[in-house]
């Protein structure tokens, strides 16, 4: 069990792979709801909530949208709140967002509120200002790799500036007379 506040700022971030469409949430709820209807004895009785809560959610409400999380780098508490997302290959594009965790889905099967750390989850995030960019740019419903292939993070304002100073490519100074650098 790893909390936030073990993992250096510049690594509190989920990985985002894909956006998953409301038509294949539908299949994972389905398949999620089944499992849990014909293992009763394996649910805990912390996920009766996220089970309540993924039955009553048909289907995902305008100002929600779900995704392919790749390893959580913490456990993450439920309704945790994020401040920014941006481009993890890009991080100077990004913006600030009020994004809420919602619920997420364990191995196709559990219904949770929180994340585990290390574990990959079908997250969805509440968005009550609206999809940023970033995000609404991810691929749809594409399950062709792993962690490689995640484009945008979730994190804190101060992740978000602290992952940029540490992981930013730095801009070319148009007054110098260098305008690249070269490695063997």
């Not at 293992?39 to 289907?59: G, M, N």
């Not at 780098?73 to 913006?95: E, K, M, Q, V, W």
């Not at 419903?141 to 930013?168: H, K, N």
Request: glycine share 4%; net charge neutral.
């Amino acid at each position: 069990m790893r909390l936030e506040k073990d993992v250096p700022i510049e690594a509190r971030y989920l990985r985002l792979y894909t956006r998953v469409s409301n038509r294949r949430f539908g299949i994972e709820r389905a398949n999620a709801l089944r499992w849990c209807s014909e293992h009763p004895e394996r649910l805990k009785q912390t996920d009766s909530a996220a089970l309540e809560e993924l039955s009553a959610l048909d289907s995902l409400p305008s100002s929600s949208a779900a995704f392919i999380q790749h390893s959580a780098y913490a456990d993450i508490a439920p309704n945790r709140i994020y401040s920014a997302a941006f481009d993890l290959a890009t991080p100077n594009i990004g913006s600030a967002c009020t994004a809420r965790l919602r619920l997420a889905i364990f191995w196709r099967k559990f219904p949770l509120q929180g994340l585990g750390d290390g574990h990959h989850h079908l997250v969805v995030f509440d968005f009550p200002e609206g999809l940023p960019a970033v995000l609404d740019s991810l691929r749809v419903d594409v399950f062709d790799g792993g962690v490689s292939r995640c484009r945008a993070a979730l994190a804190d304002i101060e992740t978000w500036m602290a992952y940029r100073a540490a992981f930013a490519t730095p801009q070319p100074d148009a007054s110098s007379s260098q305008s690249a650098i070269c490695r063997d």
